[in-house]
């Protein structure tokens, strides 16, 4: 028996991974970090547009703050999100923004004068300030008030995870690279770790850790079509939920992201839409603003990527060889923009179609992007039923997206909460009372599970084809969970994924290598992926409501009074073909921002009880503290910097709000 | 050099013929099994419309060989994962679209790096040892800046410059197709000097030409480049290779000289 002890196991090698490690390191903690791939191939690399802080360094930005990024944030999550949690975040981003400024990435900059940008279809010359001349830039992102998306030209995800991946290397964090995490050890509500199946030689360990982190980002291979990278499976969330005792928070939410190039799927960025780029229909009419008079192509992700299958569903979209599509058109931003802030979309465009964005429109229809529900966590990232069980990032609901996450918050997340949770698992390895007793028996037994299971799916008496049902199970949640869902399609999609998840404890691999063997992957991974995908499609059928990314054909409203509550799904027995569902309300007599219209998408909503109430205590202490600076009036309405770690504390300088005036 | 954006008539596809035949020989080994060889295996399968490597070789795996072994992530040519040696020429697999080759189709793994199996090489090893060899991370002049402040100033142009640099994505290609990399095993690559010149070029990095000559003066390092420049012509990125690598020889000579 192989056992591997670290005080912190890190399953994920990706942004929040990575950040999550850096923080325990220099906290003194022994840090190991599985990742499937080396860590910079992440997903997280794949993030082109950028990350949401409020710096307010160019002029469009200028006025923001933490104030406007929380209400943005809270809107765009249609009040699903956990409002601290949200201002844990908002005050926490512009610092991870700076920290990783010092750290190396090359953060496009703020250029001093005039410069020419496209806003609502126009050409405009808007100049950008002295004092902010080399200040780290920012740039448009759909459902923000202010241009606050701090980027490193398209490629800022890259940007980012080479530093963080760098400065991992740097700290001497060992990565143990092609290994897969298959099931956490626990007991009596403690998880001591994690059964990792090494996947070039087969060989199982036991990984045994006081603290055991999962950052191991979204679910999106759930779906046929999507923007996720292929490790993209949520076997992080899985495991989790496997536990029994460990649960899932809202896993209906998935946001499907309005530009994903068709039919591949791969991303274009929103900042094709921020920089100015508009979408278009088969009559080259640009239909957003009919829908969106407000926000157009910039309103929030769920809302424009309805709006498009709306538009398609009118007859209006283009087609091709391969089906329907409507066009993004960036054609207006010049070649010189394109060619040097929209590069990767350039070479996308350019090596999967032989489209040149620079002269041509591109072809594009909505695919899942992201995983909004994951590990029910609290804000210290901590799991409530399972001591020693961490989760940070797509990976995790802690819970800041609700129900629709804004553009440039999930890579913003993924840092932010890496920098939080570091400090918050330390301070649970600090503790003398969380050092663990854990008898190599039950340790044993698992590793002896996992083994038997393995030894079954390669020897055992199973006829059924595991690649077939990730098919099967992929394509039903694209045909009837997906953008626009409706109770008859939801009903039947939970009763084939049921199906499919009993065929699935009857699978036989046919390629018998104990080794290198993708087959004995998909083999057990499709296991875990349709309980995914039934917490989603049941979690779905059973909220009777449309909240953000969640709409419901025959409940298009969204309802408050019945549903202003976070999903909690567990998978209680081996055996169940359904997870068991709960729900956790929240407390709109606690909210900084009481429910109302989000400022795009539908207006008509049915309110919570206790919403008049609040509304009126928030106003009157608004207006009573009119004069107050807005920190005050902040604290009196939802107090939350006790919840941040100390060093994360404080406030955050901007031009026109010096921090010594500030204090 | 620097050309090697797609510029290929497309052969036969679509509306007035029968979808070509394709013939993809792999060169396979898997050097955890003991009865393994290394020896070329050929798949036929019929061309779809927009396909490319990525979506071949998964069919060929799902549909006619569960064993054979290669890598694939963001599949979008962001992540560096399935770099490998297409006709000849090693290239990220993902974004090469078979209707730019002919329909013989020859496929091997990165020369030099440690082979895992088949088409899958562990250049995620290598890169990390290259990493802490080359010691590839900034080195910050304040190891602990106070968050709360605006942050430090940087040129924009500069900026860019760096962000240039910074596109690396790893993939191990400038190795495979490196003369020195054959013969010197310690030679750091285009990739490790590209590094070098990326913090060497950020004034946030606190090290010094001489520090970097410690790093990279020697025949592993900067002046083991024999200038062939395949590295230069094979960059998936179309990074700026030969000119660095020119630039950084510069600079270490004179710091060596003094």
Same mark, same amino acid.
């Not at chain 2, 898997?30 to 399968?45: E, F, G, K």
């Not at chain 2, 998964?58 to 006709?87: H, P, T, W, Y």
């Given at each position: =028996?192989?056992?591997? !002890?670290?005080?912190?196991?890190?399953?994920?090698?990706?942004?929040?991974?990575?950040?999550?490690?850096?923080?325990?390191?220099?906290?003194?903690?022994? $840090?190991?970090?599985l990742?499937?791939?080396?860590?910079?191939?992440? &997903?997280?690399?794949?993030?082109?547009?950028?990350?949401?802080?409020?710096?307010?360094?160019?002029?469009?930005?200028?006025?923001?703050?933490?104030?406007?990024?929380?209400?943005?944030?809270?809107?765009?999550?249609?009040?699903?999100?956990?409002?601290?949690?949200?201002?844990?975040?908002?005050?926490?981003?512009?610092?991870?923004?700076?920290?990783?400024?010092?750290?190396?990435?090359?953060?496009?900059?703020?250029?001093?004068?005039?410069?020419?940008?496209?806003?609502?279809?126009?050409?405009?010359?808007?100049?950008?300030?002295?004092?902010?001349?080399?200040?780290?830039?920012q740039?448009?992102?759909?459902?923000?008030?202010?241009?606050?998306?701090?980027?490193?030209?398209?490629?800022?995800?890259?940007?980012?995870?080479?530093?963080?991946?760098?400065?991992?290397?740097?700290?001497?964090?060992?990565?143990?690279?092609?290994?897969?995490?298959?099931?956490?050890?626990?007991?009596?509500?403690?998880?001591?770790?994690?059964? $990792?199946?090494d996947?070039?030689?087969?060989?199982?360990?036991?990984?045994?850790?006081?603290?055991?982190?999962i950052?191991?980002?979204?679910?999106?291979?759930?779906?046929r079509?999507?923007?996720?990278?292929?490790?993209?499976?949520?076997?992080?969330?899985?495991?989790?939920?496997?536990?029994?005792?460990?649960?899932?928070?809202?896993?209906?939410?998935?946001?499907? &992201?309005?530009?994903?190039?068709?039919?591949?799927?791969?991303?274009?960025?929103?900042?094709?839409?921020?920089?100015?780029g508009?979408? #278009?229909?088969?009559?080259?009419?640009?239909?957003?603003?009919?829908?969106?008079?407000?926000? #157009?192509?910039?309103?929030?992700?769920? $809302?424009?990527?309805?709006?498009?299958?709306?538009?398609?569903?009118?007859?209006?979209?283009?087609?091709?060889?391969?089906?329907?599509?409507?066009? +993004?058109?960036?054609?207006?931003?010049?070649?010189? &923009?394109?060619?040097?802030?929209?590069?990767?979309? !350039?070479?996308?465009?350019?090596?999967? *179609?032989g $489209?040149?964005?620079?002269?041509?429109?591109?072809?594009?229809?909505?695919?899942?992007?992201?995983?909004?529900?994951?590990?029910?966590?609290?804000?210290?990232?901590?799991?409530?039923? +399972?001591?020693?069980?961490?989760?940070?990032?797509?990976?995790?609901?802690?819970?800041?997206?609700?129900?629709?996450?804004?553009?440039?918050?999930?890579?913003?997340?993924t840092?932010?909460?890496?920098?939080?949770?570091?400090? !918050?698992?330390?301070?649970?390895?600090?503790?003398?009372?969380?050092?663990?007793?854990?008898?190599?028996?039950?340790?044993?037994?698992?590793?002896?599970?996992?083994?038997?299971?393995?030894?079954?799916? +390669?020897?055992?008496?199973?006829?059924?084809?595991?690649?077939?049902?990730?098919?099967?199970?992929?394509?039903? =949640?694209?045909?009837?969970?997906?953008?626009?869902r409706?109770?008859?399609?939801?009903?039947?999609?939970?009763?084939?994924?049921?199906?499919?998840?009993?065929?699935?404890?009857?699978?036989?691999?046919?390629?018998?290598?104990?080794?290198?063997?993708?087959?004995?992957?998909?083999?057990?991974?499709?296991?875990? *992926?349709?309980k995914?995908?039934?917490?989603?499609?049941?979690?779905?059928?059973?909220?009777?409501?449309?909240?953000?990314?969640?709409?419901?054909?025959?409940?298009?409203?969204?309802?408050?009074?019945?549903?202003?509550?976070?999903?909690?799904?567990?998978?209680?027995?081996?055996?169940?073909?359904?997870?068991?569902?709960?729900?956790?309300?929240?407390?709109?007599?606690?909210?900084?921002l009481?429910?109302?219209?989000?400022?795009?998408?539908?207006?008509?909503?049915?309110?919570?009880?206790?919403t008049?109430?609040?509304?009126v205590?928030?106003?009157?202490?608004?207006?009573?503290?009119?004069?107050?600076?807005?920190?005050?009036?902040?604290?009196?309405l939802?107090?939350?910097?006790?919840?941040?770690?100390?060093? !994360?504390?404080?406030?955050?300088?901007?031009?026109?709000?010096?921090?010594?005036?500030?204090? | 050099?620097?050309?090697?954006?797609?510029?290929?008539?497309?052969?036969?596809?679509?509306?007035?013929?029968?979808?070509?035949?394709?013939?993809?020989?792999?060169?396979?080994?898997?050097?955890?099994?003991?009865?393994?060889?290394?020896?070329?295996?050929? %798949?036929?399968?019929?061309?779809?419309?927009?396909?490319?490597?990525?979506?071949?070789?998964?069919?060929?795996?799902? @549909?006619?060989?569960?064993?054979?072994?290669?890598?694939?992530?963001?599949?979008?040519?962001?992540?560096?994962?399935?770099?490998?040696?297409?006709?000849?020429?090693?290239t990220?697999?993902?974004?090469?679209?078979? @209707?730019?080759?002919?329909?013989?189709?020859?496929?091997?793994?990165?020369? %030099?790096?440690?082979?895992?199996?088949?088409?899958?090489?562990?250049?995620?090893k290598?890169?990390?040892?290259m990493?802490?060899?080359?010691?590839?991370?900034?080195?910050?002049?304040?190891?602990?800046?106070?968050?709360?402040?605006?942050?430090?100033?940087?040129?924009?142009?500069?900026?860019?410059?760096?962000?240039?640099?910074?596109?690396?994505?790893?993939?191990?290609?400038?190795?495979?197709?490196?003369?020195?990399?054959?013969? /010197?095993?310690?030679?750091?690559?285009?990739?490790?000097?590209? /590094?070098?010149?990326?913090?060497?070029?950020?004034?946030?990095?606190?090290?010094?030409?001489?520090? %970097? %000559?410690?790093?990279?003066?020697?025949?592993?390092?900067?002046?083991?480049?024999?200038?062939?420049?395949?590295?230069?012509d094979?960059?998936?990125?179309?990074?700026?290779?030969?000119?660095?690598?020119?630039?950084? /020889? /510069? @600079?270490?000579?004179?710091?060596?000289?003094?």
């Amino acid at each position: =028996m192989k056992i591997v !002890y670290t005080d912190v196991l890190v399953i994920g090698g990706g942004l929040a991974g990575l950040r999550v490690g850096i923080g325990a390191r220099r906290r003194g903690h022994e $840090v190991t970090i599985l990742s499937l791939v080396p860590p910079k191939r992440s &997903h997280s690399a794949a993030a082109q547009g950028g990350m949401q802080a409020s710096l307010a360094n160019v002029i469009k930005g200028q006025g923001d703050n933490e104030d406007v990024h929380f209400e943005d944030t809270v809107r765009g999550s249609d009040w699903g999100a956990d409002q601290q949690v949200v201002r844990m975040f908002v005050n926490t981003a512009p610092k991870a923004v700076r920290e990783l400024a010092a750290w190396g990435v090359p953060w496009s900059r703020v250029r001093k004068g005039d410069r020419d940008v496209i806003i609502n279809g126009q050409k405009v010359t808007i100049t950008e300030r002295d004092e902010a001349h080399g200040l780290v830039a920012q740039r448009d992102f759909g459902g923000t008030k202010k241009w606050r998306t701090c980027y490193v030209s398209d490629g800022t995800g890259h940007a980012m995870l080479q530093t963080m991946s760098d400065q991992a290397i740097g700290n001497a964090i060992p990565v143990h690279e092609r290994v897969e995490a298959i099931a956490l050890i626990h007991d009596a509500g403690r998880c001591y770790g994690a059964v $990792v199946r090494d996947l070039v030689t087969g060989e199982l360990k036991a990984y045994v850790a006081k603290a055991t982190a999962i950052t191991s980002g979204g679910a999106g291979r759930l779906y046929r079509v999507t923007t996720n990278a292929v490790i993209c499976e949520g076997i992080g969330s899985a495991l989790a939920l496997e536990t029994g005792i460990a649960t899932l928070g809202n896993m209906e939410a998935v946001q499907f &992201h309005p530009t994903a190039i068709f039919p591949a799927g791969i991303l274009v960025t929103e900042g094709c839409r921020g920089d100015g780029g508009l979408l #278009k229909d088969v009559d080259g009419h640009r239909f957003m603003p009919d829908y969106e008079p407000e926000k #157009k192509e910039l309103a929030s992700r769920d $809302v424009v990527s309805r709006r498009m299958e709306e538009h398609i569903a009118k007859g209006k979209a283009a087609k091709n060889r391969f089906g329907q599509h409507l066009w +993004l058109d960036i054609t207006l931003l010049g070649e010189k &923009h394109i060619r040097h802030n929209l590069r990767e979309v !350039y070479e996308i465009c350019q090596y999967f *179609m032989g $489209v040149d964005p620079t002269k041509d429109w591109i072809p594009v229809r909505p695919a899942q992007h992201y995983t909004m529900g994951g590990v029910r966590t609290n804000h210290t990232g901590q799991s409530p039923t +399972l001591k020693g069980l961490f989760a940070a990032g797509e990976a995790a609901c802690w819970d800041m997206h609700g129900f629709n996450r804004l553009g440039g918050n999930s890579v913003a997340e993924t840092v932010v909460a890496g920098m939080i949770v570091g400090e !918050y698992i330390s301070d649970f390895c600090d503790k003398i009372e969380n050092d663990i007793v854990i008898p190599t028996r039950i340790i044993h037994d698992f590793l002896r599970r996992e083994q038997m299971q393995i030894d079954t799916l +390669l020897d055992g008496p199973g006829t059924e084809d595991a690649v077939a049902l990730r098919v099967a199970m992929q394509e039903i =949640m694209t045909a009837k969970v997906g953008i626009f869902r409706r109770g008859e399609d939801l009903a039947a999609a939970v009763d084939e994924l049921q199906v499919l998840l009993q065929r699935s404890r009857n699978i036989g691999v046919k390629y018998k290598s104990r080794g290198a063997n993708p087959e004995l992957v998909a083999a057990y991974r499709v296991r875990k *992926m349709l309980k995914l995908a039934l917490c989603v499609s049941y979690g779905a059928l059973t909220r009777t409501e449309s909240r953000g990314a969640h709409f419901r054909q025959d409940h298009p409203r969204r309802n408050d009074a019945e549903w202003l509550k976070r999903t909690l799904a567990a998978w209680k027995g081996e055996a169940d073909t359904l997870p068991t569902l709960a729900y956790e309300a929240l407390d709109v007599g606690a909210m900084e921002l009481p429910p109302g219209w989000r400022g795009y998408g539908a207006k008509d909503y049915v309110d919570h009880p206790d919403t008049p109430q609040r509304a009126v205590v928030v106003a009157a202490l608004k207006q009573k503290m009119a004069d107050a600076p807005r920190f005050a009036v902040q604290e009196a309405l939802m107090p939350y910097t006790s919840l941040l770690p100390e060093r !994360y504390r404080g406030r955050n300088e901007r031009i026109d709000e010096p921090l010594e005036a500030a204090e | 050099m620097n050309s090697a954006v797609v510029n290929v008539v497309p052969r036969n596809n679509g509306a007035n013929g029968a979808r070509r035949k394709l013939a993809i020989s792999v060169l396979r080994y898997n050097p955890q099994d003991p009865a393994s060889v290394p020896h070329m295996q050929t %798949y036929a399968l019929e061309e779809a419309d927009g396909m490319t490597l990525f979506i071949a070789l998964n069919e060929i795996r799902e @549909k006619q060989d569960a064993s054979l072994q290669f890598d694939f992530v963001c599949r979008a040519g962001i992540c560096g994962s399935c770099a490998m040696v297409i006709n000849g020429r090693p290239t990220l697999a993902c974004r090469t679209l078979t @209707k730019n080759l002919p329909a013989q189709i020859t496929l091997a793994p990165l020369p %030099y790096f440690e082979l895992i199996g088949d088409l899958s090489v562990n250049t995620g090893k290598w890169m990390r040892g290259m990493s802490e060899r080359l010691e590839g991370w900034l080195h910050m002049v304040d190891p602990d800046p106070d968050l709360r402040r605006i942050e430090q100033r940087m040129d924009p142009d500069l900026a860019d410059k760096i962000y240039e640099l910074d596109r690396c994505i790893e993939c191990g290609c400038c190795v495979a197709g490196c003369g020195t990399a054959r013969m /010197r095993e310690d030679f750091v690559g285009a990739v490790g000097l590209n /590094r070098v010149a990326r913090f060497r070029l950020d004034p946030r990095d606190a090290r010094t030409d001489d520090d %970097y %000559y410690d790093l990279i003066g020697d025949d592993d390092g900067v002046f083991g480049c024999m200038s062939l420049l395949a590295c230069h012509d094979v960059c998936p990125k179309q990074l700026p290779l030969a000119t660095q690598i020119a630039f950084i /020889r /510069r @600079k270490m000579v004179r710091a060596g000289l003094t």
